[in-house]
């Protein structure tokens, strides 16, 4: 069966320090990999994704995520957090070619100290 | 930048009664979708819209709820007769392709049944 996990519910880290944020997924294909984040009162906004190729992606904001194939992961990375990325983060598993159906995890809410 | 309103940003109904959700998603988009997030669950699939039809809905997806594009713009989600268990913030998301792998939310609408 199709699913994502995101172990980490909350996750608190100081204004500068590097973070990572896990996501495992079970796809019975090959998926198409998606982060989403979420800030309070807003709707879920891309933040990168993954279909083929290189395995490090870039997105928005400077966030990039890795896709490990043998582990089932796509773990998003920041070098340095800022302030402004306290939010939720998504992470979501979809068909190639149909993305009639999402799968998303339960989210991990990020919590940046000053 | 164009995005996907929804409105509104929050109702609270009583069980029992009928329910409309609106969006407009971006005015080019031929894809359609809505989702729903249970407090503290994973943000799950509904149902998707194309060329006025359901192309995909889940097991979630009862006769208790519809969807229709009325006019060129809005795509509705309607609950027939609300449930307790319905409480949820409702997103609806609209995509250009089905290959381009992103879709667009908007802010969700919370929907509070007492």
């Known amino acids: 069966a199709q699913s994502v996990t995101q172990p980490d519910i909350h996750i608190t880290v100081s204004e500068g320090a590097s973070l990572e944020l896990r996501c495992n997924y079970s796809?019975?294909?090959?998926?198409?990999l998606f982060w989403y984040v979420q800030s309070p009162g807003q709707g879920l906004q891309l933040l990168l994704k993954?279909?083929?190729?290189?395995?490090l992606v870039q997105g928005i904001k400077g966030f990039e995520a890795e896709f490990k194939r043998s582990q089932s992961s796509f773990n998003l990375r920041k070098p340095s957090v800022h302030w402004s990325d306290a939010a939720e983060y998504f992470c979501?598993?979809?068909?190639?070619?149909?993305?009639?159906?999402?799968?998303f995890g339960s989210g991990t809410k990020l919590n940046v100290k000053p | 930048e164009p995005e996907v309103t929804q409105t509104p940003s929050h109702q609270v109904t009583q069980m029992g009664q009928e329910v409309i959700l609106r969006c407009v998603p971006i005015?080019?988009?031929?894809?359609f979708y809505w989702y729903r997030q249970i407090l503290g669950q994973k943000v799950e699939f509904l149902v998707s819209?194309?060329?006025?039809?359901?192309?995909?809905k889940s097991e979630i997806f009862d006769d208790q709820f519809s969807v229709e594009r009325p006019d060129g713009s809005n795509f509705t989600l309607k609950i027939r007769s609300t449930k307790l268990e319905d409480s949820a913030m409702y997103f609806c998301?609209?995509?250009?392709?089905?290959?381009?792998?992103?879709?667009?939310f908007g802010e969700g609408s919370r929907l509070t049944v007492l």
């Open positions: 998301a609209s995509s250009g392709s089905r290959s381009t792998g992103e879709l667009f």
């Open positions: 796809y019975g294909a090959t998926p198409y």
């Open positions: 993954y279909f083929s190729g290189d395995t």
């Open positions: 979501a598993v979809g068909p190639q070619y149909n993305f009639n159906k999402f799968y």
């Open positions: 005015s080019n988009h031929l894809y």
């Open positions: 819209f194309y060329n006025n039809e359901i192309s995909e």
